[in-house]
């Protein structure tokens, strides 16, 4: 009898256990359905750090819905107000008509659906990976971002950075719980500075969440903005490594054609004529030679050699390539070292013009641009240095110790050998050959990196090089 009464009651507490079991696993169904992604269409988008990739992202997705634009530049924020983009990036026209609040109070941030990250990620002294702009966004998100938010990163970044160092400071900082509380996704940017023929519609855009729920969801948000279509990668990691390979094959490849110059020289033939003739080809790769630099194919290797070094690879391929593309400005300065000792002269005590400070053609970036270090290198060699570039914004001025940034060459020649360094379209019309001849002395040395006077008679004026 006493055994039947403990069976009943252990079978109670079985039920009860059981039930409370029940309970807990409906709560648990109820909450994960109160936790909805926003609606794509209509999502409220914040832009963290507003530069060449932030700003025509936040112009795109304020055609349709609310657009919050954040930067800690309070000088940046002002002119943007006030109707100014430095970067030129976004379209004019669209610019001037978008409805974006631009503001400096991280506070704004608390009402954003998804909260885009484009902050910049350099490296240091040391070409390794300097990750405190990222996490100070990862913080900065965490501290205001609202339950259901969905946070994407599009900063170039080594594969497992955003899942591995972005999200556990978000998880700390916000005391909530990724996939719970709030989503993860990554979208490289593709940005191409200064490409007025390809702008952020244009460029296909990668996606990738930290569930196919979310991917699928940043498939329905970015198509707001991108016209050239999506591509939905497997997870995160792939997306972050695709980026990284994108740039690293570019810096490789304009590698080889930085030796090939270097070594074609020696033998008297120029590297570009080489390429021309290699070219006709059907299947040869069109790259040309000359100075790397900027934010991305001069900093984004640096990244895979680091996390080769963490996982026992060293990236012999990688770091090759970076330290011949480095080295071209000194290659450079060798060669107007070698034009100079052809008339007799020296480089040292001479007045050097060059013609361009920005990174590439047209764009009026100049981080990490290697003309200040071939600058560096002929001020060091004992010569002054002036150099012209209206289409430069010198917003992130490097190196340059003994260069002087001039507004007018004309109002200072004439100078004893002149360098030019990129294609801008402006040169083309304010340098003829006649009227850049009249820059410099009778037969000075002329270095045309870009071969913009190629086909014209310039041995009547200098002694000219181009690769």
């Keep these: 009898m006493l055994d039947m009464q403990a069976k ?42 507003l530069g060449y990739v ?22 940046k924020i002002r002119d943007l107000n006030n109707g100014i983009d430095s970067t030129g990036e976004a379209d004019a026209v669209e610019f001037a008509q978008a409805k974006i609040n631009f503001t400096t109070s991280a506070d704004e941030l608390k009402n954003a659906d998804v909260l885009i990250v484009c902050v910049p990620t350099p490296v240091n ?27 994407v990163f599009e900063s170039t970044v080594d594969p497992g950075t955003t899942e591995g160092k972005c999200l556990p400071v978000i998880e700390r900082v916000s005391g909530m719980k990724e996939g719970e509380d709030f989503f993860l996704g990554y979208s490289p940017e593709r940005i191409n500075p200064g490409d007025m023929t390809r702008r952020l519609p244009d460029i296909k855009k990668i996606v990738a969440g930290s569930s196919q729920m979310v991917t699928d969801f940043l498939e329905q948000l970015y198509s707001r903005v991108i016209k050239a279509g999506v591509h939905k990668a497997p997870s995160i990691k792939v997306a972050e490594a695709a980026k990284i390979l994108e740039n690293t094959q570019r810096d490789i490849n304009i590698a080889l054609m930085n030796q090939m110059m270097m070594l074609f020289d ?115 060699a004992g010569a002054d240095v002036d150099c012209y570039d209206p289409v430069a914004e010198d917003d992130h001025f490097e190196g340059g110790r003994g260069a002087r940034m001039i507004d007018d060459p004309f ?36 270095i045309d990196l870009r071969g913009v006077y190629k086909d014209e008679a310039t041995g009547d004026h200098f002694t000219y090089w181009r690769p």
């Design 8 to 49: 009943q009651e252990q079978e109670e507490v079985n039920q009860l256990e059981a039930a409370r079991a029940l309970l807990d696993r409906l709560q648990r169904v109820a909450d994960d359905q109160e936790m909805v992604l926003p609606h794509a269409a209509t999502a409220h988008v914040a832009i963290i750090g």
């Design 54 to 75: 932030g700003i025509p992202l936040a112009v795109g997705f304020a055609s349709d819905a609310p657009v919050t634009g954040f930067d800690i530049s309070a000088s």
């Design 125 to 151: 002294a040391h070409n390794k990976p300097d990750y405190s702009p990222l996490i100070a966004a990862s913080r900065l998100v965490g501290e205001h971002m609202k339950k259901g938010a969905v946070v």
């Design 266 to 380: 020696k033998m008297g033939i120029r590297s570009t004529d080489v390429i021309a003739a290699a070219g006709s080809k059907w299947n040869f790769h069109h790259y040309r030679p000359g100075l790397v630099g900027g934010h991305c194919i001069a900093v984004d290797p640096y990244f895979l050699v680091d996390a080769g070094r963490r996982h026992g690879l060293p990236m012999e391929l990688v770091s090759a390539a970076r330290a011949v593309n480095e080295n071209t400005a000194n290659f450079m300065v060798e060669k107007l070292d070698q034009l100079f000792e052809l008339r007799g002269q020296n480089l040292s005590g001479s007045r050097v013009l060059v013609l361009g400070r920005s990174f590439k053609e047209d764009c009026a970036d100049t981080r990490n641009s290697k003309a200040f270090k071939m600058m560096d290198a002929i001020w060091a």
């Design 411 to 446: 109002s200072e020649q004439p100078y004893d050998a002149i360098i030019m360094t990129l294609r801008h379209k402006v040169f083309i019309e304010q340098f003829p050959l006649e009227a850049i001849a009249g820059l410099c002395k009778q037969f000075g040395p002329f």
